[in-house]
């Protein structure tokens, strides 16, 4: 049998998960190591997380990382930051009206490099 050598070919992809495990060696950090293995995972395994999972585990100005997709299923009735790889439109759409933010994964770690105080949903 031949094995293919499987590899990410989405450049942001690949770049990304060098800098989480760069961060979570300089800061040691296992936060961002666990996000880096769960994205290097095949793409059919990332989470999707529906608002309504949001709303429910989280808290009111807290931060949540989601290493997948951000859908839009639900309601948010709380000011959160969420991190995600990438999100619907109208998830975007319903984090900012309840005065949330959305940002990349990217800049969750340049802004929280320490990665404290930051919930994972999966």
Known sequence: MNKMNCRKTNPRLTSLISLLKTTSRENE??????????LEAPSRNYAEVNLSKINRYAANGETIIV?????GTGMLEMSVKVAALNFSESASEKIREAQGECMSIEQLISANPKGSRVRVLR
């Not at 290493?67 to 859908?71: I, N």
Request: aromatic share 6%; charged share 35%.
């Open 67 to 71: 290493p997948g997709k951000v859908l």
């Open 29 to 38: 950090v296992n936060i961002w190591r666990d996000i880096a293995d769960r």
